[in-house]
Structure formats: structure tokens, C-alpha cells
């Protein structure tokens, strides 16, 4: 099965690049690299990622601007289609922004960058990039981020988890984020919000120096998902 891909860029991304270069060295195909200005999408894709930076500068509210480029038009209509959009770190702010996830992200409880390679606990184990690993499983996998703090009131979160809409939760605390969520996944399983870095760690085998292998195996679980469709 061929898979087609598809990349966006915002003013300010710098992470889009090294999720083109994760995709192709997973599928053996380059991914579309899409413009924020554009306003539609290449008909029949099959996945759609949003990559972390700073769109915008995180003028505003990190996420806020991005969320009203033309492109996200075409990403909420792909998404309710459902087509797997990947959102990291900025993707993540971004996702939320735009409504396709609830919650929001805020700054570090410490207000300080945290740049570091953290624990994540698999929750979910139901969606297309959550397939390939064990429910409680362990794996290591990169945070760079100031705003990543996810915030959300009560009722939201005990629907979060009785809907097990929480994909990833930090092993050991982060960034203050609240139930130690790490990555969030919309009512269908179809859009995952994560703030680490999963395109960072892309060793085909696991090796410390080179980042791990445990963040490939997000994008190989996206890909055997939709093979086995």
C-alpha cells in the first residue's frame, strides 16, 4: 500500500523538517511539505502531522495564531473525515487551539525550558499510533518545550479518562501538566496531541546515543494501522 503524507509548516516551525526526514525513513516516500498559507490539502492522504516550534512566534497564545491559518480549514475537515493527524509539541498547542482537542497548553509550572529525554507511560493502546506498543509500557522518547503544561477542568479530565482518551502520560513529573497527561487523543482516536518529540527518536534499533527507537514505533504503529484497515 502506498502512503501518502503530508507535513505543515507555520511561520516559526523548525521541527517540520525532522518529521519529513522520520516519514520517509518509515515509508520510503517523502511526505507533501504544505504551506500554512495554502488553502486546501492533496486529495488522498493518509496522514497529516503538525510539528512543534513557534508558529507565530507564540505571540498571543502558543498556538492561537497558527490555529486561524487557512490550512487548519482543510486539517479539521480531514480530521472529522478520519484521517490521523499527528500533532507534536507546537502541533499539540495547536490542535487545541483550533478545537480538534480539548484543554490547553501553558507555560512550565517552573517557567523554564525543558529540554530532556523523559519516561512515557502507554495509556491507550486502541489507536493508530498507539497500536504497536503495551497498555502500561514504559518508553523514552525526547521533551523540548516552555508551554507544555496541559490544563483542563475537572469534568474534561474525567472524560479524558472514563473515554481512555489519554494516550501518553508522563512517567515522573514533567512540566506541572495536570494527571501528568503527555499526549491526548480526540473522541474517535483518529487526532493524537502529544508534547514529546517522537520524530527525535528514530533509531532503528534502540541506542541511546542516536535517541532510542521507541518514537519510531509511533509512526510504524500509524502505518500497520492503516495497512490492516
Known sequence: MAFTAAVITFPGSN???????????VTGAAPR???HGDADL???LDFIALPGGFSYGDYLRVGAMAAKSPIMHAVVA?????VPVLGICNGFQIL??????PGVLMRNATQRFVCRTVGLEVINTASPFTAGFAKGEVIRVPVAHHDGNYFADTPTLDSLEAEDRIAFRYAA???GSQRDI????SANGRVLGMMPHPER?????????????DGRRVFESVIASLVSA
Open 15 to 25: 521541527c517540520d523538517r525532522d518529521i519529513a526526514v522520520a516519514l520517509e525513513a
Open 33 to 35: 511539505r504544505i504551506w
Open 42 to 44: 492533496p486529495s488522498g
Open 78 to 82: 480531514a480530521a472529522e473525515r478520519g
Open 96 to 101: 487545541c487551539e483550533s478545537g480538534l482537542l
Open 173 to 175: 513529573p514533567c512540566n
Open 182 to 185: 503527555a499526549g491526548v487523543l
Open 201 to 213: 527518536a528514530m533509531a532503528e534499533v534502540a541506542h541511546a546515543s542516536l535517541g532510542g527507537a
